[in-house]
């Protein structure tokens, strides 16, 4: 398992650079690609908030996001921001 | 998994997300097929992610492959300037940091995680969506942009009940249709 799936993810990883090499894409795909950020960001941060395997699920993860929020719009620095929600979300499952 | 294969895994599959989903799987007494499936569904986001980058990535092709092994989620997020390029030396410099102290970090958790108890009680599952989220929020500087966040938020919201983890974040990636342009 570990073996495919290494090998799978470093000739995804390297399949562009080493295809492409320092050349930049056409403005139409490079459209898409600019837009690649904001989609998988965005699936990524509803994946790890609500997602577990096959359900949605709502718990204090919430509570996390909502405090790091507040702390994202108080300028925090990313690393405040991270640990503002890791220690709200551990509070509110010590309490619950 | 035992820790000398989580690290050998650490090491070649460089990618938290799919890790942490083929571990998941495994520890829901899933099939070793299954878990390997949802971990390269999973990293099939790195092609359109190696694309992206392939602009700043330079030299052989031997020596790209190595640094393409370097771009993760973060130190791609990272590397990504307002205009929309990547900074090369953010890219690579991030990268090695990431993968030394993902390596190390696997290695301290694999022979003394039983101490540490469970990761989510520590609230690390809602400190990834934090960072997650706090990365996006720069990438949102046009309404085009915006436009496209929501809808790849949606589309993973949606598919998270019915799809194996993983597959609603590539799936999302469609939402990136949005920013195609006439050349």
Redesign the interface.
Known sequence: ??????????V?????????????????L???????????????????????????VFD??LL??AA??VA?RLRAP?LA???????????A??ID | MGPVASIVMSATTFAGSAQFAAASVLSAAGSVTAAATAAILLNARYVPIGISVAGVIRGRPLRRLLEAQLVVDESWAFARRPDGRFDRGLLIGAGLVLYVCWVGGTAAGAYGGEALGDPDSLGLDAAFAALFLALLIPQLRSPRAIVVAVAGGLIAFILIPFTSPGVPIIAAGAASLIGWRRP
């Open positions: 398992m570990i073996a495919v799936v290494g090998a799978a993810t470093i995804f990883k390297g399949i562009g650079p080493v295809a492409l090499g320092g050349r930049e894409l056409p403005a139409g490079g459209g898409v690609v600019q837009m690649l950020a904001p989609a998988l960001l965005a699936a990524l941060v509803v994946t790890q908030l609500v997602g577990a395997d096959r359900k949605l204090e993860r996390g996001i790091a929020i994202i990313l921001v991270v640990l503002v929600a890791a220690g709200v979300t551990a509070l499952r010590l």
